[in-house]
Structures are given as structure tokens and as C-alpha cells.
């Protein structure tokens, strides 16, 4: 069975910093790329970035370039999102994903595999 738990999320004043994990198993996880996505109250889910698999290039979207850092540990089966100087505005539930491309992940790849999301909560 396949399964990926995120775990970090928290309360966090604006400015302040959190790195969220992504713990996956049942998988080759070497093989895959994990992405990073969230979904805010009455809004769609959106991707956040994405890490691929073999070289680990990060790719972000412009809201949070310069702030989030993904990285992964294939030795641990984990990937990471750490999050700094961080608004009001990314507050949200943070799901990670597995899928073999990043480009899967974002078209919405019926063969992807999900977490349930860690929330996360910044105070202005």
C-alpha cells in the first residue's frame, strides 16, 4: 500500500519560518516526483513546486520562489518544504504528491498518489 504523510505544519506568525515533511512508502521512491500543492479555504488546490526524481530539479511557482525551498532525501523515502518568511496569504493545508512527472502532478494524473495535508496557519 502506498502512502505518503506530511507532518510539520503549525501556527506560525508572519515572518517565521516551517519545513514540512513528506514521508512516502509502498513505492521506488527514487522514481518519483513528489510535488507540493495546498488548498486554502474556498479556493482551489494549487501547486505550490515540485521536485523530480533523478536529478531533483525544484521547480516553483512565482508566489513563493525565493521563500519555499523543496528538497528531497531518497535515503529517507522523505521530501521536504521549507518555508520561510512566511504570509498570511500561504496559510492553507499542504498536501504532498507522488507521481513519475511533475507535469502529471499538475494535470491531475489519475495515477498519483496523495497525502491527507498538514495544515498551516500564519498570523499577521
Known amino acids: 500500500e502506498v502512502q505518503l504523510v506530511e507532518s510539520g505544519g503549525g501556527l506560525v506568525q508572519a515572518g517565521g519560518s516551517l519545513r514540512l515533511s513528506c514521508a512516502v512508502s509502498?513505492?521506488?521512491?527514487?522514481?518519483?516526483?513528489i510535488g507540493w500543492f495546498r488548498q486554502a479555504p474556498g479556493k482551489e488546490r494549487e501547486e505550490v513546486g515540485c521536485i523530480a526524481s533523478g536529478n531533483g530539479k525544484a521547480s516553483y511557482v512565482d508566489s513563493v520562489k525565493g521563500r519555499f525551498t523543496i528538497s528531497r532525501d531518497n535515503s529517507k523515502n522523505t521530501a521536504y518544504l521549507l518555508m520561510n518568511n512566511l504570509k498570511p496569504e500561504d496559510t492553507a493545508v499542504y498536501f504532498c504528491g507522488a507521481e513519475y512527472l511533475c507535469l502529471a502532478l499538475r494535470v491531475g494524473s489519475e495515477n498519483g498518489y496523495w497525502g491527507q495535508g498538514t495544515q498551516v496557519t500564519v498570523s499577521s
Open positions: 509502498g513505492l521506488r521512491f527514487d522514481d518519483y516526483a
